[in-house]
């Protein structure tokens, strides 16, 4: 398996304009999670998944920002607008709920919003 | 107060040294818990999982939970070079993939 893929590697936007990450997670593996880490505040949980349907939206820090996930191959994460102070790496993460190894992380969404 | 807590370092030892990373927590309910190494530009890797309180042992690494005080290690001996990262702490209520509470990251270096 490729693990859990995340696209793209980098972006730079200018503030005001809508972003959209992606996120493959792996195949079979029924939790995903989004998360957010800066050098200030560590990793934040934003929202995770079950099966598809949102569980826990309670991270996501304003209405700017959304998730989604269609099916159990893809999720997005959107901005809209973008803000200078939304930099940061966002990692998307999957998971089977009866393993007892953790999560499997992407390599991470590099965000810079000028 | 955070429900966990790390110490961001960061720490510099000599190569050869035995590595001690630690982490605090506050929620009594945490049954489950895991180390994972972070290497710079990647995503975070499951590096121990530990259940309750005890050791694991696992080659160089050891994973230590006490319960009782909340709080919790992880030993590396004979660090070498390669284990230059990040190390977070991260723990659970329930066994498998539920919301997993990270500590901040220790962000480690051993000297050649």
């Known amino acids: 398996d490729a693990g859990v893929i995340q696209s793209p590697r980098h972006e730079v936007t200018e503030m005001g304009q809508e972003v959209t990450l992606r996120c493959k997670p792996i195949s079979g593996h029924d939790y995903l999670f989004w998360y957010r880490q800066t050098m200030m505040r560590g990793l934040e949980l934003l929202i995770y998944f079950n099966n598809n349907v949102p569980i826990d939206d309670s991270g996501m820090p304003e209405d700017r920002f959304s998730a989604k996930m269609p099916n159990a191959s893809f999720s997005t994460l959107k901005i809209q607008p973008s803000e200078p102070r939304d930099s940061a790496v966002y990692f998307c993460?999957?998971?089977?709920?009866?393993?007892?190894?953790?999560?499997?992380f992407g390599s991470g969404t590099r965000l810079t919003v000028v | 107060q955070k429900e966990v807590e790390q110490d961001p370092g960061p720490l510099s030892v000599p190569e050869g040294a035995i590595v001690s990373l630690n982490c605090t927590y506050s929620?009594?309910?945490?049954?489950?818990f895991m180390w994972y190494r972070q290497y710079s530009r990647k995503g975070p890797e499951l590096l121990m999982y530990?259940?309750?309180?005890g050791n694991k042992e696992d080659g160089r690494f050891t994973a230590q939970v006490d319960k009782s005080s909340k709080y919790i290690s992880l030993f590396i001996r004979d660090s070498q070079p390669s284990d230059s990262a990040t190390y977070l702490c991260?723990?659970?209520?329930?066994?498998?993939?539920?919301?997993?509470?990270f500590g901040q990251g220790t962000r480690l270096t051993i000297n050649p």
């Open positions: 530990t259940y309750s309180s």
């Open positions: 991260a723990m659970t209520l329930i066994q498998g993939a539920q919301k997993l509470v």
């Open positions: 993460a999957s998971s089977l709920r009866a393993s007892s190894g953790g999560y499997t």
């Open positions: 929620n009594s309910a945490f049954q489950y």
